[in-house]
């Protein structure tokens, strides 16, 4: 499935969009040894992301989509894949000529505090990339460039440039890790979780910020997050993952909008919007994701899909490209159509089950 | 019960004459080497049967320390509280830690975030029910383990007969939620605060969890306290909502009312500030510049004072008691918005840009709105 599926991938991206590709991943798997056996975590996926834009990277814990972001910047270099960045195959790269590579990609994590050394001073810290490469000799242009990033993210260099990483709150500290990761100036930033560890009124701050940066500094960017909510509002295309597979990718208004594989439309109804007057539904799908040590056969979503039949236990779901939108792919046997809302399995058995639980609850 | 989905039940709160929970100007005081914290501040509120409260605030609003405030749960010796918490008209705050801990199980139950810690690693799930259902209810060995199987299928757990015998670490996150509200349901509480429960889930699982715990809720015509950071939650699935900050009540009114006119300053900021569906992408967000307060060095006057776009000097000076306006929607502010016949609210337009003008000049601009007050909230965070 997988070959053919990139190929078409790649050509449909590339013929509706006008910009180049920056990165495209063909092929990438990833497997963890763990106690209990092999756990592929990622399973043979390939896409592209174009230059300037923003991929949004969705799906719940343990489908994978953190694995695949740190793996585009070879944390570590994954071992049979091909990802081109910037015309250089990344992932069949010698350690030292990688390491040139690294320049050009940063990655922003989840936890703040822990990606800063909480004892050292913020103006060292955002200059360490400096005394790595050996820019900016020269001490006063060094800390003119410090305090030029510094002021880039929001804090006075004044303030802030002589404190240490622990004495800062953790929207502080996720300012401070974007500050280090613009300073080699790099064309593309993985930001995996980069907002998960904050407070909503602080989230908003950095959601502002990478998108002002994006525009400042030409960026591209793969937005990992686990919130469709925020995932929709930073993307211009929508990837979604499910145990290690894409189930859907597109642009952002045709996977958000017209959902065509049912676990993006289950992901989307499970999301509460912050509107006491909208009914809460049901939730469309029961269950929680299976081991990704021994995932389902077929479609890995077919053990909570409503939609599954036997040809979803059997065969895998080749990734197609559906005409809605350009470069809009799903991989389902049965999948929605627009507009259409995902059924529960259950839901016409719904008043019998009710009844019987009363019952029993007494 | 009619309806099985988990929605609010507005009717409920009418349904008797003494409240199930009277909070009034609950005060809680940790000293720590660095001082005294006060975490609850003159925290005032009632919760009637069947009826679904929702706290909501951020980081070190105090939200987490008020539920255990009201079940008296923290460590007496570095905890100080005043005023009163009446559970159905007796009083908890003057009860010694044995005669409340009569009371947790069969009155008033808790539910954490984290459902592996809240749970014994090395019992089997079936053990752990039964323990409470013996200790509490004094059921025979028999008994309990029935009644432990028949608690885990109350909670749609897949297989209960089967599943009582594995150990935590053996089931997902999810499913281990669900036996944490088995657990803290065993005894039948009257009072079920749930404290960040779906924080640790992902969204399907989520969505599966608050829905049970509605239908639950129902079903038993418990009093539920949903604390939650996340306003999705706290829209779709309460009555009432109490915003936090600092440790206050900075507002509180019906879920409906809270979210189509937001009074507080915060409130409606906070609302502002998340991607909604109605949000065009990329389009600024309307951020609160700054970070929540430190409990330990909260601002004279109003706490939200030195982050509010409409903060004048009264507000630096004097801090605003929570005010009702006679139809239950109560608010702590000097100068709050949309109000009917008060200054023109829905501040959206403008709050964008005042918060844009606090990006660009970060520092300064947080800086000087500080000055008075001894609290170290720079800008742009």
């Known amino acids: 499935m997988n070959e053919h599926g990139s190929e078409e991938l790649n050509h449909a991206a590339g013929a509706d969009r006008t910009g180049e590709t920056l990165v495209d991943v063909r092929n990438l798997s990833v497997t963890y040894q763990v106690p209990a056996g092999r756990l592929?975590?990622?399973?043979?996926?390939?896409?592209?992301?174009?230059?300037?834009?923003?991929?949004?990277?969705?799906?719940?814990?343990?489908?994978?989509?953190?694995?695949?972001?740190?793996?585009?910047?070879?944390?570590?270099?994954?071992?049979?894949?091909?990802?081109?960045?910037?015309?250089?195959?990344?992932?069949?790269?010698?350690?030292?000529?990688?390491?040139?590579?690294r320049t050009r990609m940063q990655i922003i994590f989840q936890d703040p505090t822990?990606?800063?050394?909480?004892?050292?001073?913020?103006?060292?810290?955002?200059?360490?990339?400096?005394?790595?490469?050996?820019?900016?000799?020269?001490?006063?242009?060094?800390?003119?460039?410090?305090?030029?990033?510094?002021?880039?993210?929001?804090?006075?260099?004044?303030?802030?440039?002589?404190?240490?990483?622990?004495?800062?709150?953790?929207?502080?500290?996720?300012?401070?890790?974007?500050?280090?990761?613009?300073?080699?100036?790099?064309?593309?930033?993985v930001c995996d979780e980069a907002v998960s560890a904050l407070d909503v009124s602080v989230q908003a701050q950095i959601l502002n910020l990478l998108e002002e940066l994006k525009e400042k500094y030409r960026l591209t960017l793969l937005f990992i997050s686990h919130d469709l909510s925020v995932i929709r509002h930073m993307s211009d295309r929508i990837c979604v993952m499910y145990l290690g597979v894409i189930c859907e990718i597109g642009p952002r208004d045709a996977v958000y909008d017209t959902p065509r594989h049912p676990y993006t439309s289950a992901l989307i109804a499970s999301l509460p919007e912050p509107d006491p007057t909208q009914e809460p539904q049901r939730p469309p799908i029961e269950g929680d994701l299976p081991s990704a040590v021994n995932p389902p056969s077929g479609c890995r979503f077919h053990t909570r899909c409503p939609r599954a039949t036997d040809v979803c236990h059997n065969v895998v779901p080749p990734l197609t490209p559906f005409a809605d939108a350009e470069g809009h792919f799903v991989a389902c046997h049965h999948p929605l159509e627009p507009g259409e809302k995902l059924v529960r399995a259950d839901d016409t058995a719904r008043a019998g089950t009710a009844s019987a639980l009363a019952q029993a609850t007494g | 019960m009619t309806s099985t989905s988990a929605s609010p039940s507005p009717s409920a709160s009418a349904s008797s004459d003494v409240p199930l929970l009277e909070v009034?100007?609950?005060?809680?005081?940790?000293?720590?080497?660095?001082?005294?914290?006060?975490?609850?501040?003159?925290?005032?509120?009632?919760?009637?049967?069947?009826?679904?409260?929702?706290?909501?605030?951020?980081?070190?609003?105090?939200?987490?320390?008020?539920?255990?405030?009201?079940?008296?749960?923290?460590?007496?010796?570095?905890?100080?509280?005043?005023?009163?918490?009446?559970?159905?008209?007796?009083?908890?705050?003057?009860?010694?830690?044995?005669?409340?801990?009569?009371l947790w199980g069969p009155e008033l139950a808790m539910v954490m975030q984290n459902p592996m810690t809240a749970l014994a690693p090395a019992r089997r799930i079936g053990q752990q029910l039964a323990d409470g259902l013996r200790h509490h209810l004094g059921m025979s060995r028999g008994e309990a383990k029935a009644e432990a199987v028949r608690l885990l299928h109350d909670v749609r757990i897949p297989d209960p007969e089967q599943r009582s015998k594995v150990f935590p670490h053996q089931l997902s996150g999810g499913l281990r939620q669900r036996v944490t509200i088995a657990l803290a349901l065993a005894a039948n509480p009257s009072l079920l605060i749930a404290d960040e429960i779906t924080t640790a889930l992902d969204v399907?699982?989520?969505?599966?969890?608050?829905?049970?715990?509605?239908?639950?809720?129902?079903?038993?015509?418990?009093?539920?306290?949903?604390?939650?950071?996340?306003?999705?939650?706290?829209?779709?699935?309460?009555?009432?909502?109490?915003?936090?900050?600092?440790?206050?009540?900075?507002?509180?009114?019906?879920?409906?009312?809270?979210?189509?006119?937001?009074?507080?300053?915060?409130?409606?900021?906070?609302?502002?500030?998340?991607?909604?569906?109605?949000?065009?992408?990329?389009?600024?967000?309307?951020?609160?510049?700054?970070?929540?307060?430190?409990?330990?060095?909260?601002?004279?006057?109003?706490?939200?004072?030195?982050?509010?776009?409409?903060?004048?000097?009264?507000?630096?000076a004097e801090q605003p008691d929570l005010a009702d306006d006679g139809a239950g929607h109560a608010v702590a502010c000097h100068f709050p918005r949309n109000v009917p016949g008060g200054p023109a609210g829905a501040g959206t337009g403008e709050a964008i840009r005042v918060s844009s003008e606090v990006r660009e000049g970060p520092g300064t601009a947080v800086v000087s709105a500080t000055t008075g007050s001894s609290t170290a909230t720079e800008g742009g965070t």
């Open chain 1, 40 to 101: 592929q975590a990622v399973s043979d996926i390939s896409f592209t992301i174009e230059k300037g834009e923003t991929l949004g990277l969705v799906g719940e814990s343990g489908c994978g989509k953190s694995t695949a972001g740190r793996a585009l910047v070879c944390l570590p270099q994954p071992e049979r894949a091909n990802i081109i960045f910037e015309g250089v195959d990344i992932a069949n790269l010698s350690k030292a000529k990688l390491r040139r590579m």
């Open chain 2, 24 to 102: 009034t100007d609950l005060s809680t005081t940790f000293t720590t080497p660095r001082g005294l914290i006060r975490a609850n501040d003159s925290v005032s509120f009632t919760l009637h049967r069947g009826q679904t409260i929702g706290v909501v605030g951020e980081t070190g609003s105090g939200k987490t320390v008020l539920g255990r405030s009201i079940l008296g749960v923290l460590p007496r010796r570095y905890t100080t509280y005043t005023g009163s918490v009446r559970f159905q008209g007796t009083e908890l705050t003057t009860r010694s830690r044995a005669e409340l801990a009569k």
């Open chain 2, 204 to 316: 399907t699982v989520a969505a599966q969890i608050l829905d049970l715990l509605g239908r639950i809720r129902d079903e038993r015509e418990m009093g539920l306290i949903l604390v939650s950071h996340d306003l999705g939650v706290i829209a779709t699935r309460t009555d009432a909502v109490k915003v936090m900050y600092a440790g206050r009540i900075v507002e509180s009114a019906s879920t409906r009312a809270l979210f189509a006119s937001p009074r507080h300053p915060y409130t409606e900021a906070l609302l502002g500030s998340i991607p909604r569906h109605s949000h065009t992408p990329h389009a600024p967000l309307n951020a609160i510049p700054g970070a929540p307060p430190n409990l330990g060095r909260i601002p004279v006057g109003c706490a939200f004072a030195p982050r509010c776009p409409h903060a004048q000097e009264r507000c630096r």
């Open chain 1, 114 to 189: 822990s990606a800063l050394n909480g004892g050292r001073k913020i103006s060292d810290i955002v200059a360490e990339p400096f005394v790595i490469w050996k820019t900016y000799p020269n001490r006063a242009e060094r800390k003119k460039r410090v305090d030029e990033l510094l002021n880039a993210v929001g804090l006075d260099p004044e303030v802030f440039g002589d404190r240490h990483a622990h004495e800062l709150s953790g929207g502080q500290c996720q300012r401070v890790a974007i500050a280090r990761a613009l300073a080699l100036e790099p064309s593309f930033i």
